[in-house]
């Protein structure tokens, strides 16, 4: 089998070199011999580490017949599915770690791959073969429920919080430094990354159709060190979740930082390792943790693809299990969980009394709640709620009065607890 | 399909009930439907809660030609043997959940199922998709190291020992009064229901031949109160692992009660849960974590296979990448890892030095030494020691000179330590 890497970064050097190294046991196990013949790299001045032929003109290589599967790692949106559909319509097949690119039009890509195959394993949770999970391993159970760690770095920042009590730009900071975060990091820390891998697996599970901008994102910049200290005091982990789950006949999709009970499997996934818990109704939970980034990783999965394409392995790509549970998405308005709320007032009397008064008027009941000690230089003290299962809109309107509200400081902040 | 149940005990009769409860998704991922058509059972009499005929003549089910596929739930070694190889040699497809049959027959039904599919999801992990992971979600990666919790009985007993500091038979009884060990539960705690598992793991990632009795297994009966206090004084967990790894060109097999790290992944794995943790290497460590026995998740496996099957998916089934990598296993005595000792002494002047010397004399290197604190009533006191790196045979001939000197009660404990 002849293979083409579009892309030859990080990600395509290890395809590249693994294939090399392991090809014994890779042609063993595939029945056949997999041969990296060329990659494309938009700068062929640069040194990629591989011993494979190199070319900057990706369209030639497109257009040529002696290529059985493409690997596309050129990441982007619009000109990755523009090279992958060209070669897809001539009937080649296609692996891919491309999940901005799935995100946008993963039901496109299906049409298209009708009569060839395309992997998407690498797409969710690096080296993690969850995709096959979802597809094979549990294809005898209705999917309940889907909750991931999904981003590395995200995940980084949030246990050095916790281990370290270091804030946020702290953290960052020390991710940055080992690599584990982009000088730009938006899109990891805002959600935006793990948004695009659950699209993918709330794909396959339950047949959902929408974009990013159809869920519900939120990102891990503004936790607090006081947020860390109730966490701990609490016996919660903060980590930043993807969720997926049934809610009567809708698809709840939500990305968030989210408080989770110490002992829930998914608290002990640290650093930049992945963890991906899945429900189903035969088998329960099922939890699959490793590392979600890094370039042989991330080349374990996309050579599983492409060894499950020698064996002929046909499964459906998204859905497949629709038409019996293809569910629309669930209205943000109508998430319904539990809440953490952070209020930073002034210390004066009658402020709790004015405080849950607001929250009963809204039908929020308290679940829990806790002062933090006031040092004396401090001219404010910090509130701690957590909620009993109340809507979200009900939240969002208890923080805008008290927002407004002349002994309260700042905007309230809040966190969602996943049980 | 038409599906027949050799064995409809609580696995079974899930298999029957999910097989008809989930129907609608089941035929949509399979492209067919799934029919279980009938079940074999010894005594007619019991209720299975069953809606499939049963009938109590195996033979005649056996010999039926309107069958495709027998689900394997009988037990046991040879009779199980017989049955399947029987309708394996009619070119049926099997699926089981059999690790006794696979622990001792596994390269023959190999053999034997050569012309059709041999489906064994179910025999390692109940319902964690681990076999799949192995076979093809980690299909790049030459295996270096399987350490798995796979026996959930021991794991629960080892967690209430831990947790609520138990005795062994406390917890025992308390594991069968929950229904998590049999009356007689000698086959999980003394680690052979593991050995079984871990064999058929190992027959996959290196090919590796022989029987339960060519490895090392210990069971978890001789752990103490004591031990359980170390363990927490130095922030180790025990648990009872199956480890197989490469050591040089053979496989090093072993069960046994291990100390390791309370932060490593595995440490987590509580109750009757099962984890196994797979190091690749391109991959790294990834980690499964599921429920290992229960009927429906069991069945959320056998199910699974039956679905392969309909897909037609065809991957081979141990040793797979043999020649290339198919090992043999380590000798026993060969065996080079870290110890924990305990040693219950007289308290008197010189008993330190004694013991330190003896070890330094066997080529012993003390890692870390506590002195329980003893109580006034205690006529003895307890040593606990660890070690670096050395040869099993050395730890057991220091425990032989130890045990005959004259302060020294009892035998001293040994627990091996998993880093």
Partial sequence: M????????????????????????????????????????????RDRGVSIPL???LQSVLDRDDIDVYVELMGGVDSAFAAV?????????????????????????????KDSSFGFEASVGGGIPIIKALKEGLSANHIKKIVGILN????????????????FHEALKKAQDLGYAEADPTFDIEGQ?????????????????????????????????????????????????????VNGDKAELRVHPALI??????????????????????????????????GDATASAVIADLIDITRGNKNPMLGYNS???????????????KYYLRVKVEDRVGVLAKITNVMSENSISIDSFLQKP?????????????????????????????????????????IRIES
């Fill in 2 to 45: 002849r293979v083409a890497i579009l892309g030859v970064g990080t990600v395509g050097a290890s395809v590249a070199n693994i294939l090399q190294k392991n090809a014994g046991i890779i042609s063993a196990r595939a029945g056949e011999k997999i041969e990296p013949v060329v990659g494309v790299v938009r700068d062929l001045s």
């Fill in 55 to 57: 070319t900057d003109d």
């Fill in 85 to 113: 559909s060209k070669v897809l319509k001539k009937g080649k097949s296609v692996v891919t770690a491309n999940k901005a690119m799935l995100a946008y039009h993963r039901y496109a890509l299906e049409k298209l791959a």
């Fill in 152 to 167: 590395g770095t995200s995940n980084y920042i949030l246990t050095q919080m916790m281990d370290t009590n270091a804030d």
């Fill in 193 to 245: 990354d793990a948004a695009h891998k659950l699209l993918v697996l709330s794909s396959i599970a339950y047949g959902t159709h929408g974009n990013p901008e159809d869920i519900l994102i939120k990102g891990i910049t503004k936790i607090s060190s006081e947020d860390i200290f109730f966490a701990k005091d609490f016996e919660y982990v903060i980590k930043l979740l993807a969720i997926a789950k």
């Fill in 261 to 294: 009970d110490k002992d829930n499997i998914l608290a002990k996934v640290g650093g930049v390792m992945n963890g991906i818990s899945v429900f189903g109704d035969a088998l329960g939970e099922s939890m699959y943790y490793g590392p979600g980034a890094g």
């Fill in 323 to 337: 038409p019996v549970n293809a569910l629309k998405l669930l209205p943000i308005s109508d998430i319904r969980t």
């Fill in 374 to 414: 006031r040092n004396k230089e401090e001219k404010y003290t910090t509130l701690f709620f957590t909620t009993h299962t109340c809507k979200e809109s009900d939240v969002k309107r208890v923080m805008d009065i008290l927002e407004r509200t002349e002994f309260v400081v700042n905007r309230p902040f809040m």
